[in-house]
């Protein structure tokens, strides 16, 4: 309501943060969070494995090295900017949000940020200082040190960013005392961290275990050993990471369960719910198997054997961020903020008022005959447009003609009937927030939608425009 609408009309907006924002978590917890105590973990074995004249294991100590390498580059990369690719996506979908969060979490964040510069500063420097530290024992000492260090590091990154994510889900007893204290105390967020942590390394595990196949072709001896580190890194991980999800699942509300079946696809997808659990104790199952082969007989793992459940593990992450992103609607903060980006106890208001009147930016805020259509427009802009596009990814003529046939010309009245009950058989989404003209004139607006083929264009391309009410002109007068 306070600031202009961004919208992606094709891809649709949560799309955009969903790419972005899970091509981080890949990239943080398999590749840093996970990685680093892995790497670390493994430069320590050639130093502890080496013969009593050498400072380490110095072919041992240039494949570990070549595997951080891999890390170091799409860390410092890609991973980096989409970290902060989800502040840009985020702020520009959903700034409301982001700006309650920032009220919040605002100390959070702003230490957050230097744990963060650090964690580049610290990973540059270990990378950096690696070939450096193998000319004495003690420098060698250090550097391995220094990446435990690290670890606890990127760790300490993740669990402040876990505590906003779990407050998103259920703030808790914030909805009462709004402090930050309250905001970190939320219900979701130790199991969350019990989940991700051990997650991270399982998936880091089997990462870690890949390159080892791929970069080993021609050090058969280097291969075996590295594979068999990895299986041991992965069995000892797996059973954590199977308790954190039970935790975890256990303290998600009941109204989030129940999202669940949408949320790992679409309403069409929710009837192979079921097939999706056999997946995933499948996948399991495989990643066990693997890990227990890989430490039984690593020189006869070929590397379609890793592939497969290497692809399975960065396969899961991203459909349990997907899903932690989902279930929480209707709301983006729990109890306080609904996705649409209104606040639930500002609703009476609306609901008696109308919501054009309150919007800072609309094109018009008195309907008539003339301006249906366009205030229908604002109205959907407003009340629809985070989730639905008008021909896009999950378009608003496309789910009503699928209720009600497709190629057939909607009714208004009965778009009029639907929308003010759509939060009760789909509990995903908000309760509609205005009154009976703006309900009548997004009807008409939906309805037009259907001869008109319209595509709905954000601020980003029409411009900002000053509702009316609020314009220099209407002050003058
Ligand atoms: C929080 C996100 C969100 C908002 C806001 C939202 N919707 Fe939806 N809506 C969804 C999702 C997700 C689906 C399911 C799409 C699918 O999986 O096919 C859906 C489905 C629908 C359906 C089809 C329901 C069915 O039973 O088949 C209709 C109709 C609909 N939305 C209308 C609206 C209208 C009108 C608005 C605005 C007043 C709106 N929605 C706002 C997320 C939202």
Redesign the pocket.
Known sequence: MDFPMFHLDWLNNRFLIAVIAILHVLINHGLAVGYIPYITWMEYKGLKNSKSDEITDMKWDAFIYKKMKVAFIITTTIGAMTGVGIWFSASLVSPSSIASLIRVFFWAWFIEWFVFVTEVVLILIYFLTWKNSNKSLSAKMRHIRFGWFLAVFSWITMAIIVAILGFMMDPGNWNEHHSLLNGFSNPIYLPQLAFRTPTAMLVAGLFGMLLTVIFGKKEPELRAKGIKYAGIWILCWAPLSLIGAIIYWNVLPEAMIANMS?AVG???FSEYYDLLKIIIIVAISLVLVLATFAFLKPSRVKIWMVIIPCFCAFGFLGVFERVREFIR??YVIGGYM???LLREEDYPLYKKEGILKFATYASTSEINESNKIQAGRDV?ML??S???TTKGV?S?TY??E??YGFGKPLDVASVAG??PN?HM??T???P?PGNDKELDA?AHF?KSLQTSGESLEGVQSKGVQVNPINSVETFKK
Request: net charge positive; proline share 6%; with cysteine.
């Open positions: 949408t679409t309403m069409q609607k209707p609904y996705s649409n959907f009340t629809c985070r989730c639905h999950n608003i789910v009503f699928r209720m639907y929308i759509m058989g789909r995903y989404m908000p509609f997004l939906i």
